[in-house]
């Protein structure tokens, strides 16, 4: 069936993001219902996202592995490294150079070629950043655990690129017969890993220089996103890594101007939601599940799952160890480290290429290792979301990287309600109003009829115009019905808080009364704006914990 690309787009990102409600019923991320609806809708079986549409959203996947690579920049503050960096760099040195080490022996002990379990280890050793990072953020996780998976992710690739630079020559040598020199091997990874950088601190600056410029906060998406882009394409151009140079971006700006570059990174991250949704639909239609039952594929893809989760985990153990690092990490991060995409099967095929040009056997080679990458992928895709929510809500990082605004949306009016105020009966006399008020600190008063309904509001201001105005003698005749000033809004005890926020900003009114039904006004409490900022401010530094 061929459908055309609007309704495929619009049933990929609403099956995807219904999918992702019903999955989180069960505690499983939501990344993996993303990657279902693509593997139900591609290659493995309706085949809807044909192999040549997806090819045609090449460019929309680029951008949104820029658009995770900026975003992983975004969480690395420098003060990460002064404070952390001695274990992060012990970790990545350990987990990719023990999990090349690792892999590279069980696949030579299975095959009994050396070049090709080197190719393995090389490809191992990758991290795929996207399905972790997804994770972090479904759940917003904070703590020592998150910092060091974002900084880890972002930066095992760049010795990944050296490992397969390496791995890619001493192929070429033993299957040649050719000598290459060591340099030689590292000098293309070095030159992508330098220009990379090089795009990526360009980017930074010019978006920073735009920000001088530009104060329209109504701009700031489409110069952020524009200028991303803009590295996006020339990386890809370039053919060099458009994550490392997007990360780059992200990790200058967020340094070099923390508070003025919060207002792109919010605004890059509401408009990425539907684009990851498509992202991760897109990753699923391109696995092919045939490809593990293959003839001469699945144990070798066995032994490369088995011996790569091994490495990664025992790497980021050993790590943990020698570089001194928080409990959390040194028994959890192993475990965030599975998910495999982009990076990895951009070499496989790079491999292949390689490969290809040097005979029958090698081309049989090149072939054999996308099959495996491909097909294990597809694995790792489904296992890896799962432990790394398995991981923060075992580190107790989960539902920690929290600000005011996600406090507001997770609480109603009546959990913020303050019960404990000055009630007056509507039937009090003047002279016993004015005795409340002398031993209340409140600023306004309730009256409420023999019901306990709300009539109105006295506030200090109406009571001194009354005493002004009255005689003496009258003090007996007039009551708090008498004064009271009706409320101009009310709010029920249900709504939630975000809505009385609303109309405090709206209104720049200071309090409202709530109340249980709007028709009755049977009276609940009030809630006063200054009291309810303060609330929701210690809640996030509660919530947040230590990091």
């Not at 690792?102 to 490809?123: E, N, P, Q, R």
């Not at 597809?378 to 989960?398: S, Y």
């Not at 000055?422 to 409340?436: A, N, T, Y």
Request: charged share 20%; proline share 2%; hydrophobic share 50%.
């Amino acid at each position: 069936m061929d459908l055309e690309i609007l309704l495929l787009i619009g049933s990929s990102m609403f099956l995807g993001t219904l999918f992702s409600k019903i999955f989180s019923r069960f505690n499983i991320p939501q990344v993996i219902s993303y990657v279902f609806i693509g593997l139900i809708m591609g290659n493995s079986f309706l085949q809807l996202w044909s192999a040549e549409k997806i090819e045609a959203f090449t460019p929309f996947v680029n951008l949104a592995l820029g658009i995770i690579g900026f975003m992983i920049g975004a969480e690395l503050k420098m003060e990460i490294f002064k404070n952390r960096g001695r274990s992060i760099y012990s970790i990545l040195f350990c987990e990719v150079f023990v999990t090349f080490a690792v892999v590279s022996f069980f696949i030579i002990l299975i095959t009994k070629k050396v070049y090709l379990g080197v190719l393995f280890g090389a490809l191992a050793s990758a991290t795929a950043p996207a399905a972790t990072v997804d994770v972090l953020w479904e759940n917003k996780a904070r703590g020592p655990l998150t910092t060091t998976i974002l900084a880890i992710v972002a930066l095992d690739d760049v010795l990944a690129l050296l490992l397969y630079g390496f791995a890619s020559v001493f192929a070429k040598t033993m299957i040649t017969q050719e000598h290459v020199s060591f340099l030689h091997a590292l000098e293309m990874p070095l030159i992508e890993i330098g220009s990379s950088i090089g795009l990526g601190v360009a980017g930074a600056y010019l978006l920073y220089w735009v920000m001088q410029i530009i104060k329209d906060r109504e701009r700031i998406l489409p110069f952020s996103l524009g200028i991303l882009c803009l590295i996006v394409g020339l990386a890809t151009q370039w053919k060099i890594d458009l994550i490392l140079s997007s990360m780059i971006m992200g990790f200058i700006l967020t340094n070099l101007s923390p508070s003025e570059s919060k207002g792109v990174f919010e605004a890059i991250k509401r408009f990425s939601t539907p684009i990851y949704v498509l992202f991760f639909v897109l990753v699923g239609a391109r696995l092919d599940v045939r490809l593990m039952f293959a003839s001469g594929i699945s144990v070798i893809a066995f032994v490369y799952v088995l011996s790569r989760s091994f490495g990664k985990m025992s790497g980021s153990i050993l790590g943990g160890f020698i570089g001194g690092a928080h409990e959390s990490v040194t028994k959890y991060l192993g475990l965030c480290l599975f998910s495999q995409a982009g990076v990895a099967i951009g070499m496989a095929i790079s491999i292949h290429q390689n490969l290809s040009h040097m005979g029958a056997e090698a081309s049989q080679i090149g072939l054999l290792i996308i099959n495996v990458i491909v097909g294990t992928t597809f694995i790792v895709q489904l296992i890896g979301p799962i432990c790394v929510r398995f991981a923060i809500f075992k580190a107790k990082e989960a539902g920690r990287d929290v600000n005011e605004d996600d406090v507001i949306d997770s609480l109603k009016v009546s959990d913020v309600l303050d019960e404990d105020i000055p009630l007056i009966k509507e039937s009090v006399h003047l002279d016993e109003m004015v005795d409340l008020v002398k031993k209340s600190e409140s600023a306004e008063f309730c009256v409420l009829n023999e019901k306990g309904s709300l009539l109105g509001i006295i506030s200090i201001g109406d009571l001194r115009e009354v005493l002004r105005e009255q005689e003496l003698e009258l003090d007996t005749l007039i009551l708090a019905k008498d004064i009271a000033v009706p409320p101009s809004r009310v709010i029920l005890g249900q709504k939630m808080l975000r809505s009385a926020i609303e109309i405090f900003q709206r209104t720049g009114i200071e309090y409202l009364p709530v109340v249980k039904d709007e028709e009755t006004k049977e009276f609940v409490g009030m809630v006063h704006y200054k009291v309810i900022m303060e609330k929701v401010q210690k809640e996030v530094i509660t919530r947040r914990g230590t990091s």
